[in-house]
C-alpha cells in the first residue's frame, strides 16, 4: 500500500468506513481494494474512496470552485429538464 499507510492501518481505516466508500458509500465495481484519497499537494491522506469518487475529484484536480461549478450546472440542468 502506498502513500506511507502501512496495511494494518489501511484496515482500521477500512473497519472504520464499514468498508465503504467515504463518499457514496458504495465498491469499487470490480472487488479491488478502496483507494487511498490523498491532497497532492501536501501528500496528507484523507479517506478511501471507491475508484469512481476517487478519479471524479482527481479530474477536478481537488479545486472545490470548478466542482462547485459543475454542481451548479447539473442542478441547472436537472430543473431544466423537469416537466
Same mark, same amino acid.
Given at each position: 500500500?502506498?502513500? @506511507?499507510?502501512? $496495511?494494518? $492501518?489501511?484496515? *482500521?481505516?477500512? @473497519? !472504520?468506513?464499514?468498508?465503504? /466508500?467515504?463518499? /457514496? @458509500?458504495?465498491?469499487?465495481? =470490480?472487488?479491488? +481494494?478502496? /483507494?487511498?484519497?490523498? =491532497?497532492? @499537494?501536501?501528500? *496528507?491522506?484523507? %479517506?478511501?474512496? /471507491? !475508484?469512481?469518487?476517487?478519479?471524479?475529484?482527481?479530474?477536478?484536480?481537488?479545486?472545490? *470552485?470548478?466542482? *462547485? +461549478? $459543475?454542481? =451548479?450546472?447539473? +442542478?441547472?440542468?436537472? +430543473? $431544466?429538464? %423537469?416537466?
Amino acid at each position: 500500500i502506498t502513500y @506511507k499507510l502501512s $496495511a494494518d $492501518a489501511y484496515e *482500521e481505516m477500512y @473497519k !472504520r468506513q464499514n468498508g465503504v /466508500c467515504f463518499i /457514496c @458509500k458504495g465498491l469499487n465495481v =470490480n472487488g479491488d +481494494k478502496l /483507494c487511498i484519497d490523498h =491532497n497532492h @499537494k501536501t501528500g *496528507e491522506i484523507r %479517506k478511501l474512496l /471507491c !475508484r469512481k469518487c476517487n478519479m471524479s475529484i482527481g479530474s477536478f484536480g481537488d479545486d472545490i *470552485e470548478l466542482m *462547485e +461549478k $459543475a454542481i =451548479n450546472y447539473l +442542478k441547472f440542468y436537472a +430543473k $431544466a429538464s %423537469k416537466p
